[in-house]
């Protein structure tokens, strides 16, 4: 079955820098790949996503780019503030959302 | 529109009872997940409806763990004997499926306590 792993486990930025969140996948048919942001205490929310015919999505400060060949992808954030502080958990899953996978997650801190 | 609700919001029992949590999906969504999540851990898969098909139960960590979905909506998880390391929150996530689309959209999370 799928596995996903995510680096670093930790990450700590000052704001105002970017950061980057990297995951890998086993999973060749694995073709959809979202982001999910979860705060202390609240449900993980999605940030972005992006799916297996496209390299690189964007949105405002955050991006993603997929390496299909490579089976790896990473979140993008540029210009870090204090409100992205939190656990961001990557996921790979095939066509209708069959073996969906998440990471084990990054806690991001980014420090005034 | 409404989204995923979940219910109760917080659970505490004792050792050897039995629980039961409620999901509500976002209506029209076909797909519904159950994950578990302990405490600064990461989200464990336990099962996943899609229509009308055999549930995928593969994330069931155990025979005390079952869940249904009734009419294709509504979800019950049940957890029986409940032992203390089934302490956790548990998260509902609903999706249009189908194919028609993956993003899961996450329940507020039932937390439960087993003492």
């Known amino acids: 079955g799928e596995n996903v792993e995510q680096h670093p486990s930790t990450l700590s930025v000052q704001e105002g820098d970017s950061a980057v969140i990297k995951c890998t996948y086993s999973?060749?048919?694995?073709?959809?790949f979202p982001w999910y942001k979860q705060e202390l205490g609240k449900r993980p929310q999605l940030i972005i996503d992006i799916r297996s015919n496209v390299g690189e999505k964007k949105d405002q400060r955050i991006a993603v780019t997929l390496n299909k060949t490579a089976k790896h992808f990473s979140l993008h954030i540029t210009e870090t503030q204090p409100e992205d502080s939190a656990v961001y958990f990557c996921a790979a899953s095939e066509n209708y959302g069959q073996n969906f996978v998440f990471g084990p997650g990054t806690r991001l801190s980014v420090l005034p | 529109g409404a989204g995923v609700s979940q219910s109760p919001s917080n659970k505490v029992t004792e050792k050897g009872k039995d629980v039961e949590l409620r999901c509500d999906p976002i209506s029209g969504h076909t797909a519904l997940y159950w994950y578990r999540q302990s405490l600064g851990q990461g989200l464990e898969f336990l099962i996943y409806?899609?229509?009308?098909?055999?549930?995928?139960k593969s994330g069931l960590p155990s025979d005390r763990f079952s869940a249904e979905r009734t009419g294709g909506s509504v979800s019950t998880l049940t957890i029986q004997r409940t032992q203390q390391e089934d302490s956790a929150v548990y998260l509902c996530?609903?999706?249009?499926?189908?194919?028609?689309?993956?993003?899961?959209?996450f329940g507020p999370g039932t937390r439960l306590t087993v003492l």
């Open positions: 999973d060749s048919a694995s073709n959809y």
């Open positions: 409806f899609q229509g009308n098909s055999a549930p995928d």
């Open positions: 996530a609903s999706s249009l499926g189908g194919g028609r689309g993956d993003t899961q959209y």
